[in-house]
């Protein structure tokens, strides 16, 4: 049999980070000051983000290298398995061969930590005390807690409150890297009780925990920010994934012609493609990339490509991406990583100038690709990651009926097993599109 499990050595795992806007055609539309719209000064943003991290956001640079300190942390897991999909690709009959890089495998459970690693490393030679965040499904809030526990800072975390609810052992295993995490909107914040005030019933958003978690920052000393997406920099530290999965495919005789990610901040699908990207920028490859998100939250398929503030407070520099708007609150659905209003900055230009293709799906038809999926290759795969596999299974499936051979990789951004309520939910058929 063909290779099944595509391993790298310690040895071959990547040294530096690479940065696409070094090779982006024209440069990317800047951040603005919220208050004069003009493009936001880099000591603008040292009240809240770690004066290293302001400087990758934005650099020039093509490649960034990795500490020694951070690439000792990440030999934990990495470099992580490139798997081959013989099963799936057998009971989808389809002469696609099939390859998932399977991020699962960290302590986090996700590929969250690449970037949580360095943000809390650059924030603790920085002498930062303690940093505040937001998390969706808690994959992010966990991987940071994991991070801060490492280099001895506080930690506090304000969970999408729907999130909050439907993924309790989210919250434990944040609590159990030592983390305090909350549900928001909470009464902790000025922004918080007003939005309790006037929605007492809402689901909360990411939108309004960054918003809760800039304003702690923000008013309190030696205490900084992080993002667990969208911004270049952690962009730029996921490059990692599609980086050392090049170097994978370096062992088989396959380059993929499709990379498939799910999308909601866009980390996740950046780290996977923007080296092939790079390739194909460059005139080497013709790779496809695509782009996945819920139908409920479809700021890439629906949304306008504009300038809009990261959080519902609007207190985050302007952004141009794909946006619903900032006062979104998207419905409850279990994929909770992926209920944000917009999009990496990256990933939105790369789709509107036609590098990049987005679709989206309903929640019912992820988890039936997702039960696919982990009845094939053993895996239970995270809601989140489930959006990469429909996708992946509906190419394969139009290969079946071409017959054509190709070669397909998706993002196995994070495992399910603390999502099994939402299995439960799913199994029970209540589970539903909204």
């Given at each position: 049999?063909e290779h099944?499990k595509?391993?790298?050595?310690?040895n071959?795992?990547?040294?530096h980070?690479?940065?696409?806007l070094?090779d982006?055609?024209?440069p990317?539309a800047?951040?603005?000051?919220?208050?004069?719209?003009?493009?936001?000064?880099?000591?603008?943003?040292?009240?809240?983000?770690?004066?290293?991290?302001i400087k990758?956001e934005?650099?020039?640079e093509?490649?960034?290298?990795i500490?020694q300190?951070?690439?000792?942390?990440?030999?934990?897991?990495?470099?992580s398995p490139?798997h081959?999909a013989h099963?799936?690709?057998?009971?989808?009959?389809?002469?696609?061969?099939?390859y998932?890089?399977d991020?699962?495998v960290?302590?986090?459970g996700?590929?969250?930590?690449?970037?949580?690693?360095?943000q809390?490393?650059?924030?603790m030679?920085?002498?930062?005390?303690?940093?505040?965040?937001?998390t969706g499904?808690?994959?992010w809030?966990?991987?940071?807690s994991?991070?801060?526990?490492?280099?001895d800072?506080?930690?506090?975390?304000?969970?999408?409150?729907?999130?909050f609810?439907q993924?309790?052992?989210r919250?434990?295993?944040?609590?159990l890297?030592g983390?305090?995490?909350?549900?928001?909107p909470s009464p902790e914040?000025?922004?918080?009780?007003?939005?309790?005030?006037?929605?007492?019933?809402t689901?909360?958003?990411l939108?309004?925990?960054?918003s809760e978690?800039?304003?702690?920052?923000?008013?309190n000393?030696?205490?900084?920010?992080?993002?667990g997406s969208?911004l270049?920099?952690?962009?730029?530290?996921?490059?990692i994934?599609g980086l050392?999965?090049?170097?994978?495919?370096?062992?088989t005789e396959?380059y993929?012609?499709?990379?498939i990610g799910?999308c909601?901040?866009g980390?996740?699908?950046?780290g996977v493609?923007l080296?092939?990207i790079r390739?194909?920028?460059?005139?080497?490859?013709d790779?496809?990339?695509?782009?996945?998100?819920?139908?409920?939250?479809p700021?890439?398929t629906?949304?306008?490509?504009d300038?809009?503030?990261?959080?519902m407070?609007?207190?985050?520099?302007?952004?141009?991406?794909?946006?619903l708007?900032?006062?979104?609150?998207?419905p409850?659905?279990?994929?909770?990583?992926?209920?944000?209003?917009?999009?990496?900055?990256?990933?939105?230009k790369?789709?509107a100038?036609?590098?990049?293709?987005?679709?989206?799906y309903?929640?019912?038809e992820?988890?039936?690709?997702?039960?696919?999926f982990?009845r094939s290759?053993g895996?239970?795969p995270a809601?989140?990651s489930?959006?990469?596999?429909?996708?992946?299974?509906?190419?394969?499936?139009k290969?079946?009926?071409?017959?054509?051979?190709?070669t397909?990789?998706f993002n196995?951004?994070g495992?399910?097993?603390?999502?099994?309520?939402?299995?439960d939910m799913y199994?029970?058929g209540?589970?539903?599109?909204?």
């Amino acid at each position: 049999m063909e290779h099944t499990k595509i391993l790298l050595d310690e040895n071959e795992m990547p040294t530096h980070w690479y940065n696409i806007l070094a090779d982006f055609p024209e440069p990317l539309a800047p951040p603005l000051n919220p208050a004069t719209r003009e493009p936001i000064k880099p000591s603008e943003l040292e009240p809240i983000f770690a004066k290293e991290l302001i400087k990758q956001e934005m650099s020039p640079e093509r490649y960034i290298d990795i500490p020694q300190e951070i690439l000792e942390i990440y030999k934990l897991w990495r470099p992580s398995p490139l798997h081959r999909a013989h099963r799936l690709e057998k009971v989808l009959g389809t002469p696609a061969k099939i390859y998932y890089k399977d991020e699962s495998v960290s302590p986090a459970g996700s590929h969250k930590p690449n970037t949580a690693i360095a943000q809390a490393y650059y924030n603790m030679k920085e002498g930062t005390e303690k940093i505040t965040t937001e998390t969706g499904a808690g994959q992010w809030g966990s991987a940071l807690s994991l991070s801060c526990n490492y280099f001895d800072i506080e930690c506090k975390v304000f969970m999408v409150r729907s999130s909050f609810y439907q993924k309790p052992y989210r919250k434990s295993l944040i609590n159990l890297w030592g983390a305090s995490v909350i549900p928001s909107p909470s009464p902790e914040t000025q922004f918080g009780r007003m939005i309790l005030e006037k929605y007492p019933d809402t689901n909360g958003s990411l939108g309004i925990a960054i918003s809760e978690a800039i304003e702690v920052a923000a008013l309190n000393d030696n205490t900084k920010y992080a993002l667990g997406s969208v911004l270049n920099h952690t962009c730029l530290h996921q490059t990692i994934v599609g980086l050392e999965t090049q170097k994978q495919f370096e062992k088989t005789e396959d380059y993929p012609d499709i990379v498939i990610g799910c999308c909601g901040g866009g980390s996740n699908l950046a780290g996977v493609s923007l080296p092939y990207i790079r390739d194909n920028i460059a005139g080497k490859t013709d790779t496809r990339i695509i782009a996945v998100e819920p139908s409920a939250c479809p700021s890439l398929t629906e949304g306008r490509f504009d300038y809009d503030f990261g959080d519902m407070a609007q207190m985050t520099p302007l952004l141009k991406m794909y946006t619903l708007g900032s006062e979104f609150i998207p419905p409850a659905i279990h994929a909770g990583g992926l209920r944000y209003h917009g999009a990496s900055p990256i990933v939105s230009k790369l789709v509107a100038d036609g590098m990049m293709e987005a679709r989206s799906y309903h929640q019912v038809e992820i988890f039936d690709a997702a039960v696919t999926f982990a009845r094939s290759e053993g895996i239970a795969p995270a809601p989140e990651s489930a959006h990469a596999i429909k996708c992946a299974i509906d190419e394969a499936l139009k290969c079946k009926e071409t017959g054509e051979e190709k070669t397909i990789l998706f993002n196995l951004s994070g495992h399910g097993h603390f999502d099994m309520a939402s299995y439960d939910m799913y199994f029970s058929g209540k589970l539903t599109n909204e």
